[in-house]
């Protein structure tokens, strides 16, 4: 097949708004019931094949954990030793095929989801990770359609990097893939993530052994069955169910890992750099590290900031999704002059946000994903309640008899320094420090020093020298920087996410970054008429 070849230019797919009587809200609908009332049996998928073991692991909703979704079979080291020798097995034929055929692939696979397969990613994202409809949507569907069409748009635009030529010499860039297979390890919270990660690496070329978070499962056999209905060949991607120590001791032991595509907790992250530092010499090559990790995100509010936009910011960014996005607001910084304002705003809304199952659509608020996280987030709650200078402001209950249910939770703190202010909880409590309206310059200064992490943040202001000031005092503090709006929901192509310091290596999944990390590139000189003797002319005499 010979041509230079366009792609379809990418757009961000639209947001369905599943209101009542829509044919997106009944084929939803239908698909959950079907999968409430189905229980499923998920394999690991490893060099084509559906491999089943003997050691079976349950699966239920976080918010009605007695019901039982379906069970996934746990594997062990034989299958990560499995999965890396499917991918090292297909690596040849996948990097040589060409890249219009691998681009052809995981656009198929964009439009399955976006048509055949929507209904049931969504559905099955909402009955496993516990998200309400419009959650779903954002993510299972529209973020992960993107991922894949803009991913192949990316492609191109490296493969079009090209390096000058003089007077009879063609000089040429190849982006090859990397040498070896590429770990991917995903998180629960992101159905989008889950499929990103793996997917980018191999649209270059590269052959992947995916290690999915056990909560996010359900979902991503879903997305594996939309890739093998695109036409992906066996090995390409092998997705396996193994805990994360036993993955860990035999892909670093092993001398063909090229990378690590990760998304999780910046301590796993440290550990995963460490490791592999550790045993650099028994590399081919030197890995390739990419990695998202933790978030303590802030938004801070100059005394002229619109106290109702700052409110619903608030609310919509540290609630959504019970608070279990990287990017969620977790801290925010008020002036005096507008908190009583904002306060009541937010407790009128609060009070009206209903928590329950997904299957209820007027539910706002959701479960977190799992007794082990419940547990963590109410004793941040429980002590703040008994801690000297931390006021309740709304929620602070919760239950975990029927689901993992945590009510939207905000303190308001008199130490900046306080623990929920400084440590990142992952769950839906919002911590707020009021401080003097004249002091916005200093409480800058108390943002960018109160973290180590430095994934999102917002600021809210009408004042543009305000703005201004935050936006260079600030500049290290977060990768992804919201003015006027909430600090989450980065769409792929517009706002390309990551974050530095303790919050990654700021790779920006949705961008170009990411993909270039993904390729090796190898320069190519050839010379149409090459000397044929050694001197140069200064060697004459004069």
Known sequence: ????????????????????????????????????????????????????????????????????????????????????????????????LPWQQRAAIFLKAADLLATKYRAKMNAATMLGQSKNAFQAEIDAACELIDFLRFNVHFMTQIYQIQPESSAGIWNTMEHRPLEGFILAITPFNFSAIGGNLPTAPALLGNTVVWKAAE????????????????????????????????????????????????????????????????????????????????????????????????????????????????????????PSNLWEEVKTYMQNDLKEIKMGGVEDFSNFVNAVIDEKSFDKIAEYIDNAKKAQGVTLIAGGNYDKSKGYFIEPTVLEVKDPMYVTMCEEIFGPVLTIYVYHEENFEQTLELVDQTSPYALTGAVFAQDKFAIELAYKMLRNAAGNFYINDKPTGAVVGQQPFGGARASGTNDKAGGIQNLLRWVSPRSIKETFNPPTDYKYPFLAKD
């Open 215 to 334: 909560t996010q499962i359900y979902s991503a056999s879903v997305f594996m069955e939309i890739l093998q209905e695109a036409g992906l060949p066996e090995g390409v991607i092998n997705l396996v169910y193994v805990d994360g120590p036993t993955v860990g001791e035999v892909v670093f032991n092993h001398p063909d890992l090229a990378g690590v595509h990760f998304t999780g907790s910046t301590g796993v992250f440290q550990h995963v750099w460490r490791t592999v530092g550790n045993n650099i010499h028994l590399y081919r090559t030197y890995p390739r590290l990419v990695g998202e990790t933790g978030g303590k995100d802030f938004v801070i509010a100059h005394k002229s900031a619109d106290a109702k936009a700052l409110a619903t910011a608030l609310v919509r960014g540290a609630f959504e999704y019970q608070g279990q996005k990287c990017s969620a607001a977790s801290r925010a910084y008020i």
């Open 1 to 96: 097949m010979f041509g230079f070849f366009n792609v379809p230019p990418p757009k961000n797919e639209t947001v369905l708004a599943y209101a009542p009587q829509s044919p997106e809200r009944a084929a939803l609908q239908k698909a959950i019931q079907e999968l409430r009332s189905t229980t499923r049996e998920i394999p690991m998928y490893i060099g084509g094949e559906k491999v089943t073991t003997d050691r079976k692991k349950r699966i239920a909703p976080p918010h009605d954990h007695a019901h039982t979704l379906g069970y996934f079979h746990a594997g062990d080291a034989s299958h990560v030793t499995q999965a890396i020798q499917a991918a090292l097995n297909a690596k040849k034929n996948w990097e040589e």
